[in-house]
């Protein structure tokens, strides 16, 4: 094994902290899933659809938001279709684009995963409230430059939508204010996958992240 050229660098030992963390995340994935007889590609599917509502998603589209292949994506969609949890849906403007769609049984399944709690939430009670903000702060920075540099699809967080106002109220436990609802609201309310999320154009995200960053 390559030794690395500089083990004890800041970057280096981050990289591993969260590499300690996704294992622990995957091993929650793992038991959930398996409450459900599925496998975690599967249970994520199924989440991912849920938290999209009646539009359902593309395979394509559900392939980039998990990170995996469009034939591991479709493999797992054709297996959820066997077990009724899902069904396909010709698009609403190319009818021979399909759409992936939650059934009433697939809901079902995701609530008999359930969300206990797990090793990811066992590491987070050892945060207080203001470490938990100061890191969702963090994640919410480093997803949103995956996204800008192409790395990942934008993601459905309140930072990269047009409903956003940053800073807008002098209130410092509720500063921002979502336009969608017409409510302030603090930072840790932020979020990383809303439903209501409607993607800005990359001028106006630039933006509200350059005055997010200033506030």
Excluded at 72 to 82: G, H, K, M, V
Excluded at 115 to 126: D, I, K, P, W
Excluded at 147 to 176: K, L, N, W
Excluded at 205 to 213: K, N, Y
């Amino acid at each position: 094994m390559k030794t690395p050229q500089d083990p004890l660098s800041l970057d280096f030992r981050i990289g591993e902290g969260l590499s300690r963390l996704a294992m622990a995340h995957r091993v929650d994935d793992w038991d959930r899933a398996k409450a459900t007889g599925l496998n975690p590609t599967q249970l994520a599917i199924l989440g991912l659809l849920e938290r999209r509502g009646e539009t359902g998603l593309g395979v394509k589209e559900i392939a980039a938001q998990l990170g995996v292949s469009q034939p591991t994506a479709s493999d797992s969609i054709n297996a959820l279709e066997r077990k009724e949890y899902v069904a396909k849906h010709p698009g609403m403007i190319d009818k021979r684009a399909v759409r992936v769609v939650l059934t009433t049984d697939g809901l079902a399944v995701i609530g008999q995963a359930g969300q206990e709690n797990g090793l990811a939430t066992e590491a987070l009670a050892a945060l207080d409230a203001d470490e938990r903000e100061d890191l969702l702060l963090t994640l919410i920075k480093m997803i949103r430059h995956l996204q800008e540099t192409g790395a990942i699809p934008v993601q459905r967080m309140c930072v990269s939508c047009r409903y956003f106002a940053p800073f807008a109220h002098a209130d410092a436990a509720r500063p921002h204010h979502c336009k969608f609802v017409d409510a302030a609201f603090g930072q840790r309310e932020l979020r990383i996958d809303c439903r209501d999320h409607v993607e800005a154009d990359p001028s106006s995200r630039a933006a509200t992240w350059d005055a997010f960053q200033t506030g």
